[in-house]
């Protein structure tokens, strides 16, 4: 079963509509309702696909991630650089604990 919020989704009710409005049209009926769903299905298209592209990203960095952890030493016992530098975008330092955050978007608190 296909997601009903997927681009492809929203495409084929686009289609649907704009065979209603060609019907509508050839029957000189108000089509004006199909045509402001069209127009609202087209911009929810749109979100959709960026949201897909987004999360296709999010998880291409995960892969990136999992991929260098995976060629590291089974046991780090020392600071790595280069480890800190591939796996976070920041960490933060406050009085009661510590915010680590991946590159891949995922925040993890320690509490001191």
């Given amino acids: 079963m296909s997601n009903p919020d997927s681009a ?10 704009q ?3 060609i019907d509508k049209a050839s029957r000189q009926e108000d089509y004006d309702d199909a045509a402001q769903e069209i127009l609202r ?3 929810q298209k749109e979100k ?13 960095r995960i892969r990136e991630l999992q991929e260098f952890i995976t060629a590291q030493p089974s046991e780090i016992t020392e600071f790595d650089a280069s480890l800190v530098k591939h796996l976070f ?3 933060t330092v406050y009085d009661q604990k510590l915010v680590f955050e991946f590159k891949s978007g995922v925040t993890v608190e320690v509490e001191n």
């Fill in 8 to 17: 492809e989704s929203i495409q084929a009710r686009i289609d649907e509509l």
């Fill in 19 to 21: 065979q209603q409005i």
């Fill in 41 to 43: 299905l087209r911009e």
């Fill in 48 to 60: 959709a696909m960026l949201n897909d592209a987004s999360r296709s990203e999010i998880l291409d």
């Fill in 89 to 91: 975008n920041k960490v």
